[in-house]
């Protein structure tokens, strides 16, 4: 059985993400889809001593009102010290800060992509990478895009030649299943319910952060506070 996920990129996600990335054979970036303001797509939040706190690339949304992701640029270049300094000094403290500012340091320092979503993939590979997610990534724009809401996931499922589709549990307030039976495509909800904690800086715990937080507090321990066993 081939089980296939299709969601929208967004810049350093929280863990479920990636359990959801983890969870599949192949993960579908579907930036095809139109940008929207104040989302997860150019932004997250870590925590710092003041409680968390919003990084934000900045993006060209003026006069765009129906841009995709894919179509999003970034403003300037600025934004990626500015992230890595406040990174920098609300983890320095974390048990396993050198370990991952080795590898993702130059990953903040040495971009030079102007694409959002470019951006988006080539920190979550990068943080895959990290955590042993073998799971092949691609691009919405690689299959052929038509129908409705459902049918479009349907339809590039179908075309990966996915026998299960796999999503986070906000779909199910519009996702159509018999769109996917007819096709003989199997539909199941992966659960972020009950996470483990794990430790953590500055405070009460926050499930609701970036991977960031985990990766630093937990290292290569991280995968054990996730739900998908590295396989």
Known sequence: ???????????????????????????????????????????????????????????????????????TLIVGKDWTLLHWKTIESNYKKSVFYEKIADWLKPAYLELEIEALSEINRYLIEKICAYLKIKTKIKNSWEYKIYGNKSERLANICQQAEASCYVSGPAAREYLDNEVFAKKEIQV???????????????GAFVH?????????????NSRQFMKTPAR
């Open 208 to 220: 609701e952060v970036s991977i960031i937080d985990l990766l630093f507090n937990c290292g290569e």
């Open 1 to 71: 059985m081939k089980k296939v996920a299709i969601s929208q990129s967004n810049y350093i996600p929280w863990k479920g993400y990636f359990d959801l990335i983890a969870s599949v054979d192949e993960f579908i970036l579907y930036d095809d889809m139109q940008y929207t303001k104040r989302d997860w797509r150019n932004r997250n939040v870590i925590k710092t001593h003041t409680g968390v706190q919003w990084l934000t690339i900045p993006v060209a949304t003026k006069g765009k009102f129906s841009q995709s992701i894919r179509e």
């Open 188 to 202: 199941e909800w992966l659960d972020y319910q009950n996470y483990p904690t794990y430790p953590q800086l500055w």
